[in-house]
């Protein structure tokens, strides 16, 4: 490391990553420990909590942070396209597997979102909450009206993770095997299980 730049005078960095123990804290840490390592001593670096999302961009144009995290990349360039961004930069992207996958119970019918069109008042969906700040709950629900449903027509089971509305999507869809009740659909961030099927946005 003897030939990496160095800063000359202690600073201090404000950083803004997700709830505490996900990815973007992480990276938080790491960038914050990598410039420590170039900077000066009395050189000081605080993480704030954020949500990933819109939030991360108010705190940047607002100045209270120097750098924050922001996902999924693709929500980012259309903040941008629609000025939302202006006057920021993007330092980078980090890549990760995380996808945003269109997950139902494998014994519902159909091959794409739009043909679950026809049974949507019997289902309930499992995703992010569209609040105007979670880009994820953006795209699901952009996901399901470019596919022609209507998620005025939806039941949601809404949380800001990614995990608690697959797991609610798993213990219903278990809870429902060999009897009639409302069909569980799904819109998980990662990872997926043994009874679900994918299926495709368009």
Not at 50 to 73: C, S, Y
Not at 98 to 125: F, N, Y
């Amino acid at each position: 490391m003897s030939d990496a730049p160095v800063l000359k005078h202690p600073i201090t960095l404000q950083f803004r990553g997700d709830w505490g123990q996900a990815n973007l804290h992480r990276i938080c840490g790491w960038l914050a420990q990598e410039i420590g390592d170039r900077a000066p001593e009395g050189s000081r670096f605080g993480i704030w909590n954020g949500r990933g999302g819109i939030d991360q961009v108010e705190a940047l144009l607002a100045g209270e942070v120097d750098i924050a995290l922001v996902t999924p990349t693709a929500a980012v360039q259309m903040l941008d396209r629609a000025g939302k961004a202006k006057g920021l930069a993007s330092l980078g992207v980090v890549g990760q597997r995380d996808r945003l996958v269109v997950a139902v119970d494998a014994a519902l019918p159909g091959s794409t979102v739009a043909d679950l069109a026809s049974i949507a008042d019997q289902l309930t969906v499992a995703t992010s909450q569209d609040d105007g700040v979670n880009l994820i709950g953006l795209a699901a629900h952009k996901a399901l009206r470019i596919a022609g449903v209507d998620p005025e027509k939806l039941t949601f089971f809404y949380d800001e993770r990614p995990f608690p509305a697959l797991d609610h999507f798993i213990e219903v869809a278990g809870q429902l095997s060999g009897r009639n009740g409302r069909l569980p659909a799904c819109l998980p961030e990662g990872r997926s299980g043994g009874h679900l099927r994918r299926v495709c946005v368009a």
